[in-house]
């Protein structure tokens, strides 16, 4: 499912506690919690919703892998029925997908039926929902006519042609559509309870119902704690094996070490010094995650951004390789694309990864060159008819974000004129004040939605939901309009046609590519089953505590 908006600097996701290595010291490996058959992690901040169609960050999204239950799940790479009984396949030319679902229940006991996927999508498509992530609904039948507003919701193309058939009709042929069903957005969704509790809805532990292998409780909202217990009514809750799982909410990773030592946290996520002294830890591993950070500059409300030269400038400036070593010094890599290494491949030849392909082209624009920064930083003010630019970068308020904003401020003040004043703000914020446009430049971050390289491309078509800093290019959406249109059948075609898009997108610099984050965690041994997925959130259904 992984989603979203991601938290800065990667402080949110834990790892995937089957492929680390053993504790490294007796006290630590004493976990108290074991016995009550209890798993406790961090997170870097508060779970933002609760309501699948609002939902947009990682932290949010992983408590609704743990406690809903979609059409499939993914257990590691491999995409698995879920309330699916089989992985549907399309008919009418890719263009239909009937889905035949299992019996089940909501928490309450209440059966799911058809209708709950029905009535769950129609909301979210709705603008009156204000989703921001209708926008994957795109490609679905009048889909695009409801985000418009010239269509009625009821108009989707999804309908329940029986109390356990699901039939889906689409206005093209999409190779992913598979692969999105994970997200959140498609969840079901209980009518009942969404009338119920109104604009309540999703904000509490009190005000939601599930159906996945877990319940959330002692959650209020704003709590920096809360507890998911086994669900009992989960179809498939006899693999459901640790009772409980809780999350802290730890923003120090000083803390955060001391919390593991102590045992108080069976996993948790360090960056800066705590990050580099961990890796001589037995318990330490490094893991690769499918999620870019990287600068938004918004071209709406600062007008000297939509000079291509002061974009570049800006990326020329940053000095990546340094950045990761001497603040981050968690192993992250440099990122020379918005697509993540490791996500995507080239159709024709599986070895060939999708961003290290577009990156042979691309790193002539992300590669630190202060000189050139310089000159291009001065052609592009006088072009604008500026001198100098004072503006704020708004980043969250964790320490090792604030490190991040310390550095990236002291780097792009090398450029003459350049005065920047950072902002630090708690994530709920950041992600409200982005989706709003407000602010000048904003250190942001994207995690997988499903294993392909639109995940990331799609977000920067012009009006895009995500695309914050708007940035617009007519060949960039129609290169992308083609990979999902006339080429969406052709992966030969498709796959140039988002390298086209990728490398169009650096040249421009329509966002500035930082990392791709290597999260470096310790987590006990004493758990096994972990499986982690392309979307980036953890599946606990089958995990174990020893």
Not at 137 to 144: E, H, L, Y
Not at 368 to 377: C, H, R, T
Not at 494 to 502: C, G, I, N, W
């Amino acid at each position: 499912m992984g989603m979203k908006k991601s938290f800065f600097a990667g402080a949110m996701l834990f790892a995937a506690a089957a492929l680390l290595a053993a504790c490294g010291n007796k006290s630590a490996s004493k976990v108290s919690s074991t016995k009550a058959n209890t798993w406790t992690t961090m997170q870097g901040d508060v779970i933002n919703t609760m309501d699948p169609s609002l939902n947009t960050d990682v932290i949010s999204g992983q408590a609704l892998n743990d406690t809903m239950e979609g059409l499939y799940r993914y257990k590691g790479a491999k995409l698995e029925p879920a309330i699916a009984t089989s992985i549907a396949k399309p008919t009418n030319g890719g263009k239909t997908y009937t889905f035949h679902l299992r019996k089940s229940t909501w928490s309450n006991g209440k059966a799911l039926t058809a209708k709950d996927f029905e009535f769950g999508w129609k909301r979210t498509i709705d603008p009156k929902t204000k989703s921001e992530y209708a926008y994957l609904f795109s490609g679905i039948k009048n889909a695009d006519a409801i985000m418009a507003s010239k269509k009625p919701a009821s108009s989707l193309g999804i309908k329940a042609t029986g109390k356990y058939t699901l039939t889906v009709t689409l206005e093209k042929a999409l190779p992913y559509f598979n692969t999105m069903m994970v997200n959140p957005v498609f969840y079901p969704q209980s009518q009942a309870t969404v009338k119920k509790y109104g604009k309540a809805y999703g904000t509490k532990s009190s005000a939601i119902l599930t159906n996945g292998p877990y319940t959330l409780k002692s959650w209020n909202g704003t709590g920096n704690t809360w507890i998911e217990t086994k669900n009992p009514k989960y179809w498939n809750a006899k693999n459901v094996h640790i009772k409980n799982l809780k999350t802290q909410v730890v923003k120090d990773p000083t803390t955060a070490a001391s919390l593991f030592k102590s045992g108080k946290i069976d996993d948790v996520a360090l960056s800066g010094e705590q990050a580099a002294a961990a890796k001589s830890n037995k318990n330490y591993r490094g893991f690769k995650e499918s999620a870019t950070y990287y600068l938004e500059l918004n071209e709406k409300k600062v007008p000297a951004f939509k000079n291509t030269k002061i974009r570049q400038a800006i990326s020329l400036a940053l000095n990546r390789s340094q950045y990761i070593s001497s603040v981050l010094k968690n192993g992250s890599l440099s990122a020379h694309t918005l697509t993540p290494q490791g996500l995507f491949a080239d159709p024709d030849n599986s070895s060939t990864d999708f961003a290290k392909d577009a990156a042979t082209d691309t790193k002539q624009y992300t590669n630190y060159n202060l000189a050139k920064a310089k000159k291009l930083w001065a052609e592009g003010l006088k072009e604008t008819g500026q001198s100098s630019l004072s503006l704020t970068l708004m980043g969250d308020d964790t320490d090792a974000a604030k490190n991040t904003s310390e550095y990236l401020q002291a780097a792009l003040e090398k450029l003459p004129g350049f005065k920047l004043t950072i902002q630090s703000v708690p994530f709920k914020t950041r992600l409200a004040r982005a989706a709003s446009k407000d602010f000048d430049i904003v250190f942001n971050g994207w995690s997988a939605d499903f294993p392909d390289a639109i995940s990331f491309l799609d977000l920067f078509t012009t009006g895009g939901s995500y695309n914050d800093g708007s940035w617009s290019n007519a060949q960039y959406d129609q290169l992308i309009a083609d990979s999902k249109g006339k080429d969406a059948t052709n992966p030969t075609a498709r796959y140039q046609d988002l390298q086209k898009a990728e490398k169009l997108l650096m040249k421009e610099q329509g966002i500035v590519p930082i990392y791709q984050l290597i999260a470096s965690h310790l987590t006990r041994k004493n758990i096994q089953g972990v499986t982690y997925t392309p979307a980036g959130t953890y599946n606990y259904v089958g995990a174990s505590l020893k």
